[in-house]
């Protein structure tokens, strides 16, 4: 079980708006503080599509946002595409050198 | 920036593979590579982390003494060699570079994957 806590799926249809939170994020330096997003759509290569909790790499859309509150950290997709569709994980760096992945989630676009 | 992987295949249980991961579009020696892992029907796994210059390696706990991680700082290439192979180690394995942010260190790039399938 992974330290970092995401929900299986979510749903939405195009145009919508859909939030996937990522539960464990701590503020203590000593735990996963600066989460990272990734989007895994089947049979391709993950991408990272959000740093350090709220930063978009050069390249990835707008419609990709990243949030934190307390404990949670929150990826939103605005805008829903077709193509949107993929697996999304949560990531932190640990003190141990080493990266823990969440569960994923996997969304489905009605 | 481009990363292909290659070497995986079907190999029996108790047996060794070894995987490579060609990098180019960036000077790869000013990177650490990370290796990751994703079993079938399940999330991704992080296996291994190699600092640029290859001076610290670190591993899961679920490959360490069993797979060893090195890179050539030449030939851009990265490697995975995976002895003693498991049942459960079957996965699609991905090389994916480090990038050392102000605040964190995350996976920037990732390759396409390479399948390894451990079967009898």
């Known amino acids: 079980q992974s330290a970092l806590t995401q929900p299986a799926s979510v749903s939405g249809s195009p145009g919508q708006s859909i939030t996937i939170s990522c539960t464990g994020v701590?503020?203590?330096?000593?735990?996963?503080?600066?989460v990272s997003w990734y989007q895994h759509p089947p049979g391709k290569a993950p991408k990272l599509i959000i740093y350090e909790v709220s930063n978009r790499p050069s390249g990835v859309s707008s419609r990709f946002s990243g949030s934190k509150s307390g404990n949670t950290a929150s990826l939103t997709i605005s805008g829903l595409q077709a193509d949107d569709e993929a697996d999304y994980y949560c990531s932190s760096d640990t003190i141990h050198n080493s990266v823990v992945f969440g569960g994923g989630t996997r969304l489905t676009v009605l | 920036v481009q990363l292909v992987e290659s070497g995986g295949g079907l190999v029996r249980p108790g047996g060794s593979l070894r995987l490579s991961c060609a990098a180019s579009?960036?000077?790869?020696?000013?990177?650490?590579m990370n290796w990751v892992r994703q079993a079938p029907g399940k999330g991704l796994e992080w296996i291994s982390h190699?600092?640029?210059?290859?001076?610290?390696?670190y591993y899961a706990d679920s490959v360490k003494g069993r797979f060893t991680t090195s890179r050539d700082n030449v030939d851009n290439t990265l490697y995975l060699q995976m002895n003693n192979l498991r049942d459960e180690d079957t996965a699609v394995y991905y090389c994916?570079?480090?990038?050392?942010?102000?605040?964190?260190?995350?996976?920037?790039?990732w390759g396409q994957g390479t399948l390894v399938s451990v079967s009898s």
């Open positions: 190699i600092r640029s210059s290859g001076s610290a390696i």
């Open positions: 701590s503020s203590d330096i000593n735990h996963y503080k600066y």
């Open positions: 579009g960036f000077t790869f020696s000013g990177h650490s």
């Open positions: 994916a570079r480090g990038y050392y942010g102000s605040l964190s260190f995350f996976l920037d790039y």
